[in-house]
């Protein structure tokens, strides 16, 4: 539910911010126009159901424009309406099959629904897109920096990377989870939160002394459920 909501606020911040970036720039011209002030009438109180008949209204007319489609998609998702917007992301790949943000989507809404290969499956594609030459790139929507067409599709590495952890945790996939939260502390991405995976993983491992090692790291850096775990696991 969170990742939801999460989804639905940042859908309302993605309409606001896109612009057509498709080899049709007229394809999304409708929506760059008329959603906007859609949404400005209904800013203080969003109403999830008259934003969907806009973007229905838009996307009949324009139904090659990725922003529509993404943005009709995350108002889904935070409604509930998965099957929808399972429909809307995937309509997205279709088009656009390394838009990594609809990607990254689908792995989350399978990651909600605890069905965690195909949520890696997606979580691995979204990686993919963000490939250069070996190397992992982000594209970041900054001012300072020359104009990048990726940026608003992307997502950021770190963030796919966390999630591929615990669904590797999840399923059962220790060696792997392990890898990718060492890879998260090291980079300083939600450090408590991984260190505290690691000790659940050492924990399976038999490991107690060692787990209780990492749960107190865990609440070195803040993480509000390790001591739970220290109580449960440390005497």
Sequence with gaps: MKDCLELLFAGLLFAVLSSCTESDPGSCSRFNRVYPEALNKEKDNPDTMKLLAVLDNILDRSPDCIDALLTRAD????????????RDYTSVIKKKKNNTIALYSLG???YDEKNYDSALYYFDKAVSTKGFNGFVLDHPANDLLPVDSNAKYDVWSHEIFYYQGLAHYYKGSFQQAKAIFEYCISSGYQVGEAYLYCG???????????ACEQFRMAKLFQCERAGEFITKFCK
């Design 108 to 110: 989350i809404m399978f």
């Design 200 to 210: 659940g993983i050492a924990i399976q491992q038999g490991d107690t002394k060692g």
């Design 75 to 86: 108002l889904l998702a935070g409604a509930e309406q998965l099957a929808d917007a399972k």
